[in-house]
Structures are given as structure tokens and as C-alpha cells.
């Protein structure tokens, strides 16, 4: 049954029955590869030390699922030992990394504890263009500050060209 | 008319009183949309302003900050100036005493009266780890490297191609880079705490929803008790980040030029504190509007067929926590 054709008692079970403990221990999971990350991506070991984090939280979560009783499957598995060995075998930048574990723990929040995953696609109605337009403002602004310095110097090399003689010119 | 039986069976809801048919809600409540459009101008103002911070830091020039200087100083001609690194101003209480002396002599020459270091401060920089102290001529660092030393300071040395030196030269960079404690102030182990603090009650008030939505009011109450205390945690460690940075502690000369990190202290201080004081004012805002919801919850006004407050409170919750998580890696670990 799709989120479309289901009546508001049927979404209102499904919502009160998704596995938001086990979703904890995956965003903390996120949170303590992020801090790893960050802090220790100029040490050797950082693969070993990324991989051991990862591993070590998701044996205490499934630990803990089997302990309260929690869904889990191999899904959470894969949503946090797929990330850590990515970032630790791959020679991703720090910023990309980084962006990439704050983007998969956003969408995490968004589709179970905003509930995005049991809503119907309206949302994106009103949050897409929403988004589209805020992008746009700052793309727009991008070239005027973030180029202006190799203009600036484009501007000082033509001023270089003026000052020297005319028969020089050229070979400046 | 035949039909109309038929149609009365289907728009009846599995919760309506027998026979008293009645017509199924719509998908969606107007609360529901409305609180979404609110969201959707949260999503643009809140990327505005982590788009102009990507902005002004891709835009800043590479000299913007530097080890030795306050930051935006012209370092045109500063490129051959030299500073020393005091590590540690030994254990010998006496010498100790002309070692901080020495270090304040260096760090105030050439500051206005009003930005000049107290003793104090000299110490914690010193014992922070942050005793840099600011651009000289090379023969003046040398000087002072000297007799530094000879009062029983632990200076950092610099190699340079082989060669040792007690002089450290200018650095400078674009944006000051985490634990880069000479340009960066921020404090990232304590801002991970809270960052933990706020996906805790972000859990809590998802459970806390679950709850009335399967008709447990104990739990309910009990979820946004917790969300709220959460809440008011992150706004208490929030609040102790801003005074160590603009009160309590004492930042090295790359950081600022008066030893305090306030929002005129640079450009990077100017966007730190008004992205993390609007997220700061949200989840300020966020704990009043849980702590009325938790009083009609006290009052046993939700029901699980009547709740729609305690989902809007959390959709707003839910999003000032996604924009936490964001801010925490474009603003404290990039």
C-alpha cells in the first residue's frame, strides 16, 4: 500500500510503529563517523579508525535491538559500514566527505522522524521550488563574490599591458 | 438513489460508531499544510544563509587570515615577519613570572589601549597552547626568542628545509580551518556533545508523537518532558559556547585583535554567530512552543484522535534539528 491510498488511521499506525530507536543509533552512528572523520582524516590509521567506529556502533545497536526488541535489519547495516568503508578506501575530499554523511543524516531526519517517507509527494510541491528559488539567490551572488579576485587580477594584467610602451606590448 | 448506500459504506472510517456514518477526512489536515509552508520559508531562509556563508568563505581572499595578525590585516608588506610560539613558560614560579612578562610586552606592542592583554590572559593563551605572539622583524623575534629562553620558555620550533628555526613565519589562509586554534576558536568536542543533545530530542519527540498516536498519555508526557529538557540543554551548552568566546576565554591575535571572538571580530565571526544565533533563537522558540504543548498534554487534551499540535510541534523540531546537523558540518568541521 502506497502512502497515496491509505486513510489517515492506517498512516497514523504506520507512523507510530517506525523504527525511530533504531534510527537513534544510526544518526549517532553518523555523528560519531563525522567527529572521526573530521578530526583524525589526516592519520594514517583514518580507515582503520572510520571502519572500527562504524563497526563497533553497529554491533552495539544491533546489541541493543535484540536487547529492547528494535527492527532491525541488514539495511542498517549497509546505511553505516557502506558509508564508512567508502570514505576510508576512496580518496575523497574532507569537504565532500563531510557533506555527504551531513546530507545521508539529514534525509535520514527528514524521511522518518519528519515523516516524509509516509506523506504524499505534495510536500515537494511547496519544498521544491522553495529550495530551487533560495539556490538560485546564491548561485546568483557566486560570480560576483567568489570570481572577483580573478577578475581583479585579469584587470591588473591588462593595466600591466597599457603601462608598458607600445612596441612591447605584444610581447608582454 | 441506489447508489447511495453504497457510497455511505465506502467514505465510513473503521473508527466511526455503528451505524453513524461518517465522511473520511481528508489526506491531508490544513494545519499540516500550513505548518509546511512555513517550513518551505524556513528551507529558503536557511539556505540563504548557509549559501551566503559558502559564498563569502569561497569569495575571501587567501590572506584573510593569518597566524600572526588580526584577521583582514593588510599583509602586503608583512610578508618576512617573523613570531615566536611560547609552549609552555616553564615551572620556575619566578621565571615564570618574566616569561609572562616578556610575552605581554610582545603581544600588546602596537594594540590601542582598550585591546591590550591582561596578564591573565597572557597565561591562559600561554597554557591553551595559543601562545603566539604576533608579527616582528626578524632580529626583534630573534631577540625576544632569546631571551624567552633564557627565562626557562618552551618555544615550538619551525623546520624550514632542513634548517630548525625559533621563528615562525606567516601563515595565512582563506578561512580559518578547524583545530586551527591560531585562526579558529570554535570548540568542536563541545559542540558534538550538543549536537548528540539535539538528535536525543529529536528521538524523544518522535516517540513522544508515536505515543499519542497509539493513545499512551503517560508516555506522551513523559517524551516531551524529555524534549524539552533536551532542548533547553543544547540552548544552556549554546549559551555557554558564546560567553567562553566572547567573554570568558582569551583568543590568540589570529583569532581577533582584542582577544575576544565577537561577531565584529571578522567576517568568519560575523557569519558564526548569525547562523548560529538564528538556529540558537529557533530551538529557543522550539522549547516554548513544546513546553505550552506539554502543559495541555498535562492537561490530557490529546488524544490519539486529536493531536494534531503535538505533530506540528514536532515537524518543526524535526527541522530545526536537520538544519543543526547541517550547520554543525558547514560551520564547525569543514
Not at chain 1, 542498517?76 to 545521508?104: D, H, K, Q, R
Not at chain 2, 613570572?97 to 582598550?114: S, W
Not at chain 2, 583545530?179 to 524523544?204: H, K, Q, R, W
Not at chain 2, 518532558?225 to 551548552?237: D, E, K, N, Q, Y
Amino acid at each position: 500500500m502506497t502512502a497515496h491510498n491509505r486513510t489517515l488511521d492506517q498512516q497514523q499506525h504506520v507512523e507510530s510503529h517506525a523504527p525511530y530507536m533504531t534510527l537513534f543509533f544510526v544518526l549517532l552512528n553518523y555523528t560519531a563517523m563525522e567527529y572521526v572523520y573530521a578530526k583524525f582524516h589526516t592519520w594514517g590509521s583514518l580507515p582503520l579508525l572510520l571502519i572500527g567506529t562504524a563497526a563497533v556502533l553497529t554491533i552495539a545497536t544491533a546489541v541493543a535491538a535484540s536487547v529492547y526488541k528494535l527492527h532491525f535489519n541488514r539495511n542498517w547495516v549497509y546505511l553505516t559500514i557502506i558509508p564508512a568503508v567508502f570514505l576510508s578506501i576512496t580518496p575523497t575530499p574532507l569537504i565532500a566527505g563531510l557533506l555527504m554523511l551531513a546530507v545521508i543524516k539529514a534525509t535520514l531526519v527528514g524521511m522518518w522522524f519528519m515523516h516524509l517517507k509516509f506523506e504524499g509527494n505534495w510536500i515537494y510541491l511547496m519544498l521544491v521550488p522553495a529550495g530551487i528559488l533560495a539556490a538560485v539567490l546564491v548561485l546568483g551572488l557566486y560570480p560576483d563574490m567568489v570570481m572577483q579576485t580573478s577578475v581583479e587580477e585579469q584587470a591588473s594584467q591588462e593595466e600591466d599591458l597599457v603601462s608598458l610602451p607600445t612596441p612591447f606590448r605584444s610581447l608582454a | 438513489m441506489a447508489h447511495a448506500p453504497a457510497q455511505t459504506a465506502e467514505m465510513t472510517t473503521p473508527h466511526a460508531p455503528p451505524g453513524r456514518p461518517t465522511v473520511q477526512s481528508p489526506p491531508v489536515s490544513p494545519g499540516k499544510v500550513a505548518m509546511w509552508l512555513f517550513l518551505a520559508t524556513e528551507v529558503m531562509f536557511f539556505t540563504g544563509l548557509i549559501g551566503s556563508y559558502v559564498v563569502l568563505r569561497a569569495g575571501s581572499p587567501i590572506t584573510a587570515y593569518s597566524n600572526l595578525y588580526p584577521p583582514a590585516t593588510n599583509l602586503d608588506r608583512l610578508k618576512d615577519m617573523k613570531g615566536v610560539h611560547v609552549l609552555s613558560s616553564g615551572t620556575n614560579p619566578e621565571k615564570r613570572e618574566e616569561v609572562i612578562t616578556l610575552y605581554r610586552t610582545a603581544v600588546n606592542t602596537g594594540r590601542e589601549p582598550n585591546q591590550t592583554l591582561t596578564r591573565e590572559q597572557c597565561e591562559e593563551l600561554i597554557e591553551a597552547g595559543h601562545g603566539m605572539t604576533g608579527g616582528m622583524p626578524a632580529e626583534k623575534a630573534e631577540k625576544l626568542a632569546k631571551a624567552l629562553e633564557s627565562a626557562g620558555a618552551t618555544l615550538e620550533e619551525h623546520e624550514d628545509h632542513g634548517h630548525k628555526s625559533k621563528l615562525i613565519p606567516l601563515m595565512t589562509t582563506n578561512w580559518p580551518l578547524p583545530y586551527i586554534g591560531e585562526m579558529n576558536p570554535l570548540s568542536i568536542d563541545l559542540t558534538a556533545i550538543n549536537t548528540f543533545f539535539l538528535i536525543c530530542s529529536s528521538v524523544t519527540m518522535v516517540l513522544a508523537l508515536s505515543a499519542v498516536q497509539r493513545g499512551d498519555q503517560k508516555k506522551l508526557v513523559l517524551f516531551l518532558l524529555a524534549t524539552v529538557v533536551i532542548g533547553s540543554v543544547f540552548v544552556g551548552i549554546q549559551f555557554i559556547e558564546y560567553r567562553k568566546l566572547m567573554f570568558a576565554d582569551a583568543h590568540p591575535i589570529g583569532v581577533s585583535r582584542d582577544g575576544h571572538f565577537r561577531p565584529d571580530s571578522s567576517l568568519f565571526g560575523s557569519c558564526f554567530f548569525i547562523m548560529t544565533g538564528f538556529h540558537g533563537a529557533h530551538v529557543l522558540g522550539g522549547v516554548v512552543l513544546l513546553s505550552c504543548i506539554l502543559i495541555q498534554a498535562l492537561r490530557g487534551k490529546y488524544t490519539a484522535r486529536n493531536h494534531s499540535s503535538v505533530e506540528l510541534g514536532g515537524l518543526y523540531w524535526h527541522f530545526v534539528d536537520l538544519v543543526w546537523i547541517l550547520l554543525f558540518t558547514v560551520v564547525y568541521l569543514i
